[in-house]
């Protein structure tokens, strides 16, 4: 199993261009999750999808959208980057129930936007 | 919304002493406390997780306690080995309630570097 993959690793942008993270999990979770990662802020919530055919914001969802394509896969799109969107990007997975489950993360993306 | 506060920021130890990372949190319905591992350049990974109807849970040399009353929970490695070096996340959450959905909100971190 390759677990929680995530393309690219790596993307540099120039302010106003628009670009998509892509991720996809092979796990069989119902739910799927992207965050940002900053210095010093750990690690914010952007959207989530609890399941298939639903998708929510977190906490810092501006300037961002997401597509929930089927099961396994959940990408997150900028219209029009800022470098204020310069931050490194996780996607992840979990199952979905009562009492909590471990959230896998993909190995990330780092997005520098000039 | 959750919020939780995690101290300290950075915290340097001796190989062999011990680590203790603590966090608050406010939303007194969370019941699901994971501690999450992030080495430089990769992706965090879950360590331990402790659930609000178990007051401590111990793996090999980490621990977690709980104390619910309180809203705090913190993380306690012994016998550190240079290998622990790494930044520390806290995170509470519902534990996927339909108002939650299982989102986790995470502590800002804690650097810890351990010196041989």
């Known amino acids: 199993n390759a677990g929680v993959t995530q393309t690219p690793k790596f993307q540099v942008l120039k302010t106003g261009q628009s670009m998509t993270l892509q991720c996809a999990q092979d796990?069989?979770?119902?739910?799927m999750y992207w965050y940002r990662q900053d210095p010093g802020m750990g690690l914010r919530l952007i959207y989530y999808s609890a399941s298939e055919g639903t998708t929510d914001k977190g906490e810092v969802p501006n300037g961002y959208n997401v597509s929930r394509l089927n099961k396994r896969e959940f990408s997150l799109r900028l219209e029009s980057a800022a470098p204020s969107q310069t931050s490194v990007y996780f996607c992840?997975?979990?199952?979905?129930?009562?009492?909590?489950?471990?959230?896998?993360f993909g190995p990330g993306t780092r997005l520098t936007v000039t | 919304g959750e919020n939780v506060e995690q101290h300290p920021s950075t915290l340097s130890v001796q190989e062999g002493d011990s680590a203790v990372i603590k966090c608050t949190y406010s939303?007194?319905?969370?019941?699901?406390f994971p501690w999450y591992k992030q080495e430089l350049g990769k992706r965090p990974q879950l360590i331990i997780d402790i659930r609000s109807n178990v007051g401590e849970k111990k793996d090999q040399r980490i621990a977690v306690t709980l104390n619910k009353t309180a809203k705090h929970f913190s993380l306690h490695i012994t016998e550190t080995q240079p290998e622990d070096s790494a930044v520390y996340f806290c995170?509470?959450?519902?534990?996927?309630?339909?108002?939650?959905?299982?989102?986790?909100?995470f502590g800002a971190g804690t650097q810890v570097v351990v010196t041989p």
């Open positions: 939303d007194s319905a969370s019941n699901y």
């Open positions: 992840a997975s979990s199952f979905l129930g009562t009492g909590g489950y471990e959230q896998y």
């Open positions: 796990m069989n979770h119902n739910s």
């Open positions: 995170a509470a959450s519902r534990g996927g309630e339909t108002d939650s959905w299982g989102k986790l909100q």
